[in-house]
Nanobody, 119 residues
Framework: QVQLVESGGGLVQAGGSLRLSCAAS???????????MGWHRQAPGNERELVAS????????NLADSVKGRFTISRDNAKNTVYLQMNSLKPEDTAVYYC?????????WGQGTQVTVSS
């Protein structure tokens, strides 16, 4: 089973930037089985929503409409790491951000990292 460790959350003013990182670890078989990595977020009282995902083999990217033009997702397969670069942050981006990976067995989640954007 893959383990995920997130970092990079914090407090930032509106208009600022943050970069989240998510490193996957596990056996070689587990790592090679990963098909997609990405990020969801969940604000208090809201459902968890997809922010961005990237196909680890072909690089296809899926971005939520609410973050297009502001957020970028990228991956470093050599480091088994996915990044979420968040620019022009807004107070409504405040949430706990969760990294996830998908493989043939299902989806795995990180522990979450808090992002708070002050107005």
């Amino acid at each position: 089973q893959v383990q995920l460790v997130e970092s990079g959350g914090g407090l930032v003013q509106a208009g600022g930037s943050l970069r989240l990182s998510c490193a996957a670890s596990g056996s070689i078989f587990d790592i090679r089985s990963i098909t997609t990595m990405g990020w969801h977020r969940q604000a208090p009282g809201n459902e968890r929503e997809l922010v961005a995902s990237i196909d680890t083999n072909y690089g296809d990217i899926n971005l939520a409409d609410s973050v297009k033009g502001r957020f970028t997702i990228s991956r470093d397969n050599a480091k088994n790491t996915v990044y979420l670069q968040m620019n022009s942050l807004k107070p409504e981006d405040t949430a706990v951000y969760y990294c996830h990976t998908d493989d043939y067995r299902g989806r795995y989640w990180g522990q979450g990292t808090q992002v708070t954007v002050s107005s």
